[in-house]
């Protein structure tokens, strides 16, 4: 599994398309995750869909969108398909709900827990998780903290592209900047042996 985690736009929805296209387009991930609570990647994507297939992009429109290859000629029906089928893709992006949400998703068999801040995260989000993903923060955060990995992108502005794929059962772990370099890459070793407490 690859999983795309884009960082919060602060305003700059361009700086977000810019990686939304970059992460579906060149890193082909199975999953994106936007780590904001402002709408913007709600916005960036109807946009997108809308350039592909007209001004209503919704999956209901599809029937009044294919009425136009009634008359077509055999390229431009496949035309439509490659629009709609791409239109369709861009479903692997999603948003947290709202702010204080939580989104789990398991990595390499771990789980991982997704939110927007950091400091909404409770004992119960903190306990069965191996990894604490969240949008709050300028600089990018990769930080082990006891059994937990910590990790944030940081702002769409600066860095704002994450990318963890699975790799047996540890995550290979990459940063981008905002010209989509990779400027860090790293293994993210989970901590799997028996933990006794001697009283």
């Given at each position: 599994?690859?999983?795309?985690?884009?960082?919060?736009?602060?305003?700059?929805?361009?700086?977000?398309?810019?990686?939304?296209?970059?992460?579906?387009?060149?890193?082909?991930?199975?999953?994106?995750?936007?780590?904001?609570?402002?709408?913007?990647?709600?916005?960036?994507?109807?946009?997108?869909?809308?350039?592909?297939?007209?001004?209503?992009?919704?999956?209901?429109?599809?029937?009044?969108?294919?009425?136009?290859?009634m008359s077509a000629s055999a390229a431009e029906i496949e035309d439509f398909v490659s629009r709609e089928r791409e239109r369709r893709s861009?479903?692997?992006?999603?948003?947290?709900?709202?702010?204080?949400?939580?989104?789990?998703?398991?990595?390499?068999?771990?789980?991982?827990?997704?939110?927007?801040?950091?400091?909404?995260?409770?004992?119960?989000?903190?306990?069965?998780?191996?990894?604490?993903?969240?949008?709050?923060?300028?600089?990018?955060?990769?930080?082990?903290?006891?059994?937990?990995?910590?990790?944030?992108?940081?702002?769409?502005?600066?860095?704002?592209?994450?990318?963890?794929?699975?790799?047996?059962?540890?995550?290979?772990?990459?940063?981008?900047?905002?010209?989509?370099?990779?400027?860090?890459?790293?293994?993210?070793?989970?901590?799997?042996?028996?933990?006794?407490?001697?009283?």
């Open positions: 599994m690859r999983l795309g985690l884009l960082g919060p736009a602060e305003g700059n929805t361009e700086a977000l398309e810019r990686a939304a296209r970059f992460v579906f387009r060149d890193l082909v991930v199975d999953r994106v995750v936007y780590l904001g609570v402002d709408g913007a990647l709600d916005e960036v994507v109807r946009r997108w869909a809308a350039a592909l297939v007209g001004p209503d992009p919704s999956e209901t429109g599809i029937w009044r969108r294919a009425q136009r290859c861009l479903q692997v992006f999603e948003a947290l709900p709202s702010d204080g949400t939580r989104t789990i998703e398991l990595v390499a068999g771990k789980v991982a827990v997704m939110i927007h801040d950091k400091d909404d995260l409770d004992e119960e989000d903190m306990l069965p998780a191996t990894f604490l993903l969240f949008g709050a923060s300028v600089e990018p955060v990769v930080r082990r903290i006891g059994a937990r990995w910590f990790l944030s992108p940081g702002s769409i502005e600066d860095f704002g592209v994450l990318l963890l794929e699975e790799c047996g059962d540890d995550v290979e772990l990459t940063l981008y900047d905002t010209l989509c370099r990779p400027v860090r890459t790293e293994r993210l070793f989970a901590d799997n042996g028996l933990r006794m407490t001697v009283k």
